[in-house]
């Protein structure tokens, strides 16, 4: 789905790639009809937050919050085991990896399975109800995630609160 490979590029670090292809992002936003107009908005805000600033500024607040601040781990499993507790989470991150493998995903990067970004390329691919699905499994994490972005006033609060939003199976209709 679209929104997913989206938010993927937008919660990846902001290198001189995203923002050049930011005139496409922002297009497919403007092109793109979808059920929740309060997401598509949030999504133009961020891309226009991205298109008026400095993109070293950018970086620097990227670094700042993600990688510096341990509470805004981008890696999933962190908030649910850390960083010490491998006795846990190596386990996870190799089952993750092998789900990705089971629907013939093959990773071309160097990031672990449970990177937000790379989990929301895999969403990308899944039916939506399947997607919420999958992503509902981590939804006490993506809340605390998003909690935390929230309470630091960070700009990419609104993006992970959208994959929170998602973090619940679609409702049958009747």
Do not use: C
């Not at 949030?42 to 991205?50: D, E, M, T």
């Not at 981008?74 to 990896?97: C, K, Q, S």
């Amino acid at each position: 789905m679209l929104i997913y490979k989206i938010l993927s590029a937008l919660l990846e670090y902001p290198d001189k790639e995203l923002f050049e292809n930011l005139p496409a992002i922002r297009k497919l936003l403007d092109e793109s009809v979808d059920s929740d107009v309060v997401e598509w908005a949030a999504l133009k805000k961020f891309v226009s937050w991205l298109e008026s600033g400095d993109p070293t500024e950018i970086q620097a607040d990227y670094v700042k919050t993600f990688d510096m601040t341990p509470e805004h781990s981008l890696h999933l499993t962190h908030h649910l085991f850390g960083d010490d507790n491998d006795r846990n989470r190596g386990p996870a991150l190799i089952d993750l990896g092998e789900l990705y493998k089971d629907y013939g995903v093959k990773t071309v990067t160097n990031e672990l399975p449970d990177y937000l970004p790379l989990v929301l390329e895999f969403v990308a691919l899944l039916e939506d109800n399947e997607a919420r699905e999958f992503l509902s499994d981590a939804n006490k994490v993506l809340t605390v995630l998003a909690d935390n972005l929230t309470k630091a006033n960070s700009p990419y609060a609104p993006l992970v609160s959208i994959v929170k939003s998602r973090a619940t199976p679609a409702l049958i209709a009747a």
